[in-house]
Structure formats: structure tokens, C-alpha cells
């Protein structure tokens, strides 16, 4: 176990709104919302108000009627996490993205080079700010763990340093939503059992806790209460699967709706599936449902493919035998993952369509997208949505 406060967990402040309200100068200090249908995003402004991402827009603008609603920039935000991420791995080789908008960095072999951790913290938050125009928070601690609840408590724009011997002091006064896995079911369910702070949570025996909340779920969140995190920092993993996923709010939604959402979704993902010169062999389906229970469906391919008619017929068609559950439930939520990913050179080869140069019907659509913008190309079922109906890519990890 790591004795020093050498980690640094680094997230950028309600990043998409952030990146709206530093290319338009009008709309900084305003309360910002990402999306039109469901909050994306939302700024300090508009949270102060109440409003919170995944939230449906009406009710956001019944919350921040004065807030200024703009649809989705994908690219915009690509670009700015890009130039953070260049700034991270230039402050440290040891960097592990968990998403677009934040990263685990170890500077433990950096002190004799460039200063303490803190520094380093201080250092990263003012290039940030200067070079990219973001405001970032940054925890710094002696794990993982403890490092992504320090920079969410400094939230906004704040640096925290948590050191070994104020670790116990830090986290169990906090409330159990702190801890890293607890969504709103598991809080519910410890409320039930009268703990609310981390510290009521660190108590309990192991087995109490694993009998409570489910074996691996008990023992997870049992060991973060009790300050047992012994995972390095990984630069190295290789990435075995790719996705999106797209909140829905609480309003119900049509077949057609959905068919909609999930083909933006898949057309996204497809897309990052052969930038990243790679196929899949299966497609996985994530519901939340209006009840909040979660389903999986997957199905498997014969051989891999990174072709996006194939992907969506295949997601359609989880979709289609999920119906029946979505109309008596309702749904939340709904993502599409890729795994058991395959090199480019382990796909089958395709027959060209007799274009001349034998190019395909994706790679030409990507063509014209990376050329033009991702807006430039849509489908004719997309005509006419609201802009909120655009669906951001959201880490893997969720």
C-alpha cells in the first residue's frame, strides 16, 4: 500500500457546459443547459438551480426558466479534452483516462524533478486554465479512490490534498454517496438501514455488509469505507470493449423514438469501432429502466464486424424483444457497447460497391464527416429533432 499522497484525479468542471461558456463569451456567469430533450450538461449556474444532467429539459427549464438552452457540440469537446490530455501525459508518463473529461495521474517519481504533488496539482490547474481555457479540479491522495472523492468535494475549480494521516477525518463523515459505485438504489437501500456517512458504513463487519448489499457490491463498497484501495495507477490496460450510452429522462418514449436514439448511438460508436481500426464480435444492449433496475442483452456475431449496418441490426434487434419490458416499465436509459473487440486485420474482407475505387459505403461516410464536421451526414429518421436529441459519448467504464 502506497504511504505518500501521490495520486492526482483530475476532472474538468461540468465540461461541456464549461466549453460553451468559454467559446461564447456572452454566456459566462449564465446558467448554461447542454441539450434541448434531456440535460446533458448543465452549468454551475443552472445547478445551483436545481438543474442536473439526465434530467428531462422541461423539467430543467421549469427549474431555470432564464437558462440558455444550446444543442451539443461533439467535436468541440474532443478537441478540448484533447489538449487537457496532452497536457496530462506532458506532466506525467503515468496517466489512466476513465473518460473525456477526466484521468488518474501517479507523480510519486516526480518530486526530485518538478516539486511535491501538490505543486505538480497546482501546476496542471494553471496550464489548463491558460492553455485550454477550462477550469479543472484536481484531488490529490494515496489512492485512486480517495483521490476521485477529494477532487469531486473541491468542486468547482478547487484543489484538495488529502495526506495519509487525515485520511479517516476526510472521508467517514461524508455521506455515503461519496463513495465510488453507490448510485441512487444502494444510497436508498443504506438509508433504510439507518447509515448515511461513510464512517456508519466502515462499522459494519465485512459479512454484514456483503449479507446487506450483495456479495460483491458489500465487500466493494466495505473496502472503501475502510480506506482499502491498493489499485495502481494503469496505463497499459488494453481496452476490451467501446460505447456510448444516452439518458432518457422520465417522460415515455415511442418505439420510433428509440429506434432513433439507439441508431445515433450506434452510427457514433461504429465510427470510433474503425477509427480505432477494430471490429467486434458482440453487441451489448444496456437498459435502465423507469424503476431504476438495470438489463443487459447481448448476442454474439459469426465472425467480426465493424460495419455499422450489421451493428445496428443486430441492436435493433435486442431492442425489439426488450420492448415488451420498456412498455410495461418505461425507460431511463440506453446504451450499446462493443466487445470482444478484433484487429482490423482479423475482419472478413467485404465486397466493394463498384464506385471505381471500390471504396466503402462507411469509410466514404467517414470521409465526408471528418472533412465537413460529424453534422455534415444524418439519417433521414433524424430530420427535425430537437438538437438535444444528440448522443454525447460517455465513458466505457459506465
Not at 448543465?42 to 445547478?47: I, L, P, R
Not at 526530485?112 to 505543486?119: A, D, I, N, Y
Not at 456479495?215 to 466493494?220: P, R
Request: with cysteine; aromatic share 4%.
Amino acid at each position: 500500500m502506497r504511504g505518500e499522497a501521490t495520486v492526482l484525479h483530475a476532472d474538468l468542471d461540468a465540461f461541456y457546459a464549461s466549453v460553451e461558456q468559454r467559446d461564447a463569451p456572452a454566456l459566462r456567469g449564465r446558467p448554461v443547459i447542454v441539450g434541448g430533450g434531456v440535460v446533458l450538461a448543465a452549468s454551475y449556474e443552472a445547478k445551483a438551480r436545481g438543474v442536473r444532467t439526465a434530467m428531462g429539459g422541461r423539467q430543467a427549464r421549469e427549474l431555470c426558466p432564464d437558462a440558455v438552452v444550446v444543442p451539443p457540440r461533439m467535436d468541440a469537446y474532443t478537441a478540448a479534452s484533447r489538449a487537457v490530455f496532452a497536457i496530462f501525459h506532458e506532466t506525467t508518463p503515468l496517466v489512466e483516462g476513465l473518460s473525456i473529461d477526466e484521468a488518474f495521474l501517479e507523480v510519486g517519481g516526480l518530486r526530485r524533478l518538478v516539486g511535491t504533488p501538490e505543486q505538480i496539482a497546482v501546476r496542471l490547474r494553471e496550464r489548463v486554465r491558460l492553455e485550454v481555457g477550462l477550469p479543472i479540479s484536481v484531488g490529490v491522495a494515496r489512492t485512486k479512490f480517495l483521490a476521485k472523492v477529494a477532487s469531486a468535494v473541491s468542486k468547482p475549480d478547487g484543489l484538495l490534498v488529502v495526506e495519509p494521516d487525515g485520511e479517516e477525518a476526510f472521508l467517514l463523515p461524508l455521506p455515503v454517496e461519496r463513495l465510488w459505485g453507490v448510485g441512487a438504489v444502494t444510497a436508498d437501500k443504506l438509508h433504510r438501514l439507518g447509515i448515511r456517512t461513510v464512517g456508519q458504513l466502515a462499522e459494519l463487519e465485512t459479512a454484514t455488509a456483503e449479507r446487506l448489499l450483495g456479495g460483491a457490491v458489500g465487500a466493494h463498497l466495505h473496502a472503501m469505507a475502510r480506506l482499502r484501495d491498493p489499485r495502481p495507477v494503469v496505463t497499459t490496460r488494453r481496452r476490451g470493449s467501446i460505447g456510448s450510452q444516452r439518458a432518457l429522462g422520465i417522460r415515455p418514449r415511442t418505439a420510433e423514438e428509440l429506434d432513433v436514439i439507439l441508431t445515433q448511438i450506434v452510427d457514433r460508436v461504429a465510427r470510433r469501432l474503425r477509427d480505432g481500426e477494430r471490429g467486434c464480435r458482440t453487441v451489448v444492449l444496456r437498459l435502465r429502466f423507469g424503476d431504476f433496475t438495470k438489463a443487459t442483452r447481448s448476442r454474439s456475431l459469426r465472425s467480426p464486424s465493424d460495419r455499422t449496418a450489421v451493428l445496428l441490426a443486430v441492436a435493433r434487434a435486442l431492442l425489439d424483444a426488450s420492448q415488451p419490458e420498456i412498455a410495461a416499465r418505461g425507460i431511463t436509459l440506453i446504451g450499446i457497447s462493443f466487445t470482444q473487440l478484433a484487429r482490423g486485420e482479423e475482419l472478413p474482407p467485404e465486397l466493394p460497391i463498384d464506385w471505381g475505387d471500390g471504396a466503402h459505403l462507411d469509410a466514404v461516410f467517414d470521409t465526408v464527416r471528418d472533412r465537413f464536421g460529424s453534422a455534415s451526414l444524418g439519417r433521414a429518421t433524424q430530420l427535425g429533432r430537437d438538437p438535444g436529441w444528440s448522443t454525447p459519448v460517455l465513458p466505457e467504464h459506465e
